[in-house]
Nanobody
Framework: QVQLVESGGGLVQAGGSLRLSCVAS????????MGWFRQAPGKEREFVAA????????SYPVFVSGRFTISRDNAKNTVYLQMNSLKAEDTAVYYC?????????????????WGQGTQVTVSS
């Protein structure tokens, strides 16, 4: 059992930035692949970013287009999502997810533990 708690969401103007944080309760945080997903009302959950246990493998979908950066600090049991140049279409609830002992994955079915989400709203 891993508890994940996201923070850092809020309201921001288009073109602005936010940094999301996700703190994990796991004692072996460095053994987890971590991911970020998002879901807008009426839409399916979509992949945003993922990072391997030691940070040497990272994946983003095309729509990120260099605007987002995922990182992790294993000493703090924390994964981050730095979001720059935000667009209105980035508005969604953002979820942190964890996968134990596996490689980077881009589909939500590979992740076993989920946070409650943090709302990101981008006004245009």
């Amino acid at each position: 059992q891993v508890q994940l708690v996201e923070s850092g969401g809020g309201l921001v103007q288009a073109g602005g930035s936010l940094r999301l944080s996700c703190v994990a309760s796991a004692r072996t945080f460095s053994s987890y692949t971590m991911g970020w997903f998002r879901q807008a009302p009426g839409k399916e959950r979509e992949f945003v970013a993922a990072i391997s246990e030691n940070g040497d493998s990272i994946s983003y979908p095309v729509f990120v287009s260099g605007r987002f950066t995922i990182s992790r600090d294993n000493a703090k049991n924390t994964v981050y999502l730095q979001m720059n140049s935000l667009k209105a279409e980035d508005t969604a609830v953002y979820y942190c997810a964890a996968r134990s002992g596996g490689p980077v994955r881009t589909t939500d079915t590979f992740y076993h533990f989920w946070g409650q989400g943090t709302q990101v709203t981008v006004s245009s």
